[in-house]
């Protein structure tokens, strides 16, 4: 509630401006959430690709097309249908963010800050995208950090250096404000302010009655709500599969089979493990005692007693040759599978000791014959030769679709049979028919028919869950247009009914808050009006709506925005109705039997004194350095945006 970093978060703005610009993305900028600094002044003297000046620093035209591009692309994470006409009230903000990042860059250079080389790789270093499977940085992983991030290595050291000079210059400004204990105190009992009152509902149904609107009222309706009954683009989408199951592979041969067969002896031959107990010490004459006691009786562990820390016993249980060969070397592996039960082996030397080991038991596993082991196989060689067989097809589709064929010549030469979908949405539905869904293994499908431009050559899709493939091409784009009013004509009129439905409620419900603030009770006010609207009391502490983890109700909100026998009428957010809220009582807090509300409330507000004084000491920065903006330049881009012209 008194936090800015939160305000700004929750705003229109929010994140996806922050990471438009790479912000969000890199650790450690602490004022990554901090727009709206200053005031520039209206430029003159700066070129027409100059939207702002900070000082020595510059906002270009290109660098703030390609910052509402990648906001764009964000934006339609979430919603695909989103063009710039839906982030234009963006603008300002992000340009407001780019200039804050100049003018750090533009202060430091100004008065002689250098931001080294060294200490921007170090950053670099710690972002975790940056970082390969071994955790150590590397160059494909940055690169792949770049493209993901779609930012340039030149954009992201610009960022860094914004974001170490901001944690140089301005977090010691910000850090460990101040805030009195009575500050602290009158805010907290401000949480604990009870208020009493009356809340009147007034729904919606209460006021259709005899609401039928004509064919005019329909159309005009219609007409003036158009962006609400918005079809999104739809797309007949023409695909053919290359799945494992559409291939019929050879079946592998018996000289196939027999050859596998031989191949893998240690997965289908006879085998043996062993259990052995051993002890690894660092020299010969230690393991020379250990091997004698051994011989004489003594387990392995009672014979390197005597040897303390210095000698490493351990129990290695049903190893193969090969396996134990990997733990301790060939030459002990070679002595271990040569005896039998009871042996001792050793002093052998390794590259970490010497060892001293005795065989405790012998295990001997029986293997299968080919005749046994065939069905397996089989299944084995027909997989990797299905899979083989749809790497090929894959292959030949690409190499005729980058040869110029079109879908349809592709699948005739393939063999493969052609899919057309009726008219479908992103999500794979189709309005024409509810029935219609397309299954979940084939939304790569869609996204590639939606991804993909209709003039553009035909995608190959790979399915999921190691499904094969899809070529996929567009057969026709309907784009995102208002439903036509015949198909839509019932939920356009029942939408009239409502709008007008709510007029009459709004009236209705002023003209209650207007007789209930004038001192009559809201019960006798609706009951004077003659609706059947139900009245219930009202009561709630202001720390309710601070400590609220989802959206207040608009009663409640409206209970702590009024003075005792006054009261107001709202809508509801749904658009359900209207409710009168008038507040009878307010009973004054008093946080002196609450010291942790106090304690609380002054780390709240420390933390917004700390927020202000780093947004006034940049705002101070960009003062010194004199922003100057060109508003043409600005004006002309945002027309150029929205109009797609160049």
């Known amino acids: 509630m008194l936090s800015f970093f939160r305000r700004i978060s929750k705003s229109k703005i929010g994140t996806s401006i922050i990471a438009a610009v790479g912000l969000a993305i890199l650790a450690g900028f602490a004022l990554s959430d901090i727009s709206n600094f200053g005031s520039g002044t209206l430029g003159f003297g700066l070129s027409s690709s100059t939207l702002a000046e900070v000082g020595s620093a510059k906002v270009t035209d290109n660098e703030m097309s390609d910052a509402m591009q990648k906001h764009l692309q964000d934006v339609r994470q979430q919603n695909p249908e989103a063009d710039y ?206 091997y004698d006691a051994a011989k004489r009786g003594a387990t392995i562990a009672a014979a390197a007693a005597p040897a303390g820390k210095a000698a490493a016993v351990s129990t290695i249980t049903d190893k193969t040759r090969e396996e134990y060969a990997g733990i301790a070397g060939d030459r002990a592996a070679v002595a271990a599978f040569t005896g039998g039960q009871g042996d001792v082996i050793g002093p052998i030397e390794s590259d970490f000791g010497w060892i001293v080991a005795k065989v405790d038991s012998v295990k001997k596993v029986a293997g299968k014959t080919l005749a046994q082991a065939r069905p397996e196989i089989v299944t084995k060689l027909t997989a990797d030769k299905s899979k083989t067989a749809l790497a090929d097809l894959y292959n030949k589709a690409q190499d005729l679709l980058d040869g110029g064929h079109n879908l349809t010549e592709v699948a005739s030469k393939l063999n493969l049979p052609v899919t057309t979908t009726p008219l479908v949405t992103a999500d794979g539905t189709s309005r024409a028919d509810p029935n219609f869904k397309l299954g979940p293994n084939l939304a790569p499908v869609v996204k590639a028919g939606f991804d993909i431009a209709p003039s553009d050559e035909p995608e190959i899709a790979t399915l999921a869950n190691d499904g094969g493939f899809a070529i996929v091409s567009p057969n026709q784009v309907v784009q995102a247009a208002p439903a036509p009013l015949a198909s839509i004509r019932d939920r356009v009129a029942n939408d009239w009914i409502q709008s007008q439905a709510m007029l009459r409620a709004q009236k209705a419900a002023e003209q209650i808050a207007a007789k209930a603030g004038s001192g009559m009770s809201v019960a006798d006010a609706v009951k004077q009006s003659g609706l059947n609207a139900p009245v219930q009391p009202l009561s709630a502490r202001r720390i309710q709506i601070a400590q609220s983890k989802g959206p207040v109700a608009p009663a409640i909100r409206t209970l702590f925005t009024l003075t005792a026998g006054k009261s107001r009428a709202v809508p509801d957010e749904q658009g359900r109705g209207f409710f009168v809220i008038k507040v009878d009582k307010i009973t004054p807090g008093n946080a002196l039997m609450q010291p942790g509300l106090i304690g609380g409330m002054s780390h709240e507000l420390q933390r917004a004194t700390e927020d202000e004084y780093a947004r006034q000491f940049l705002a101070a920065i960009r003062a010194n350095l004199k922003v100057k903006m060109n508003a043409a330049a600005i004006t002309e881009l945002k027309h150029r945006l929205l109009t797609g012209g160049s």
């Open 85 to 290: 006409a839906d982030i234009v009230g963006d603008f300002d903000a992000l340009l407001d963010q780019l200039l804050d990042q100049k003018a750090i860059a533009a202060f430091t250079d100004k008065f002689d800050f250098p931001i080294s080389k060294r200490l921007i790789d170090a950053d670099i270093a710690q972002i975790p995208g940056v970082r390969g499977l071994n955790g150590k940085p590397s160059v494909q992983s940055y690169e792949a950090f770049l493209a993901r991030a779609r930012l340039t290595d030149a954009e992201v050291r610009d960022i860094i250096a914004a974001q170490i000079a901001a944690r140089t210059l301005i977090l010691p400004v910000a850090t460990q404000a101040r805030v009195p204990t009575g500050v602290a105190s009158q805010y907290a009992a401000m949480l604990l302010e009870a208020r009493q009152g009356e809340a009147a509902v007034l729904p919606v149904t209460l006021f259709t009655a005899g609401l039928k609107p004509t064919d005019s009222d329909v159309q005009s309706f219609y007409s003036s709500h158009k962006k609400n009954y918005i079809v999104p683009e739809q797309r007949s989408l023409r695909f053919a599969l290359m799945t494992p199951d559409s291939l019929k592979a050879a079946a592998p041969t018996d000289q196939e089979i027999a050859a596998y067969y031989q191949a893998n002896q240690a997965t289908y031959g006879a085998n043996e493990t062993r259990t052995l107990s051993q002890a690894v010490v660092p020299d010969q004459k230690t393991a020379q005692a250990i």
